[in-house]
């Protein structure tokens, strides 16, 4: 846990925070996206804008890109929520990390988009919650 702290403490201070909560961001993206892309509709639909909470935006777009036929959606889906939905310091770092990417990566326009897409985003994160 030590580790993941200290990625925090040094991510935090490179990204300024925005003047808006980042998750409320994340799904304005989201809506406006499906707004604009019926094809993206029904995964923004499923892995952002029906979540009940944020830790269940990054749980479900991991789990939807890890699973595989031995290893299900739905039990990649509750590792990843028990971990991501009981430490509250994860998901601080999550936070951190998007706001790094955002940051520094001039191809990355909005959260959303180093959520959905950035493998390197996700690796990061399953590897954490390993």
Request: hydrophobic share 45%; with cysteine.
């Amino acid at each position: 846990m030590a580790q993941v702290e200290n990625a925090a403490a040094l991510l935090a201070p490179e990204a300024e925070a925005p003047t808006r909560p980042l998750w409320e961001m994340i799904r304005e993206e989201a809506e406006d996206l499906a707004s604009r892309e019926p094809l993206m509709r029904e995964t923004l639909q499923d892995q952002v804008l029906s979540t009940e909470c944020n830790a269940d935006i990054v749980v479900r777009i991991l789990a939807a890109r890890l699973a595989v036929a031995r290893i299900p959606f739905e039990d990649l889906n509750d590792l990843f929520h028990e971990v991501l939905g009981s430490d509250e310091q994860a998901m601080k770092t999550v936070e951190a990390d998007l706001r790094a990417v955002q940051a520094r990566d001039p191809a990355c326009r909005t959260y959303l988009h180093a959520l959905l897409n950035l493998k390197g985003f996700q690796s990061l994160q399953a590897h954490r919650i390993a």
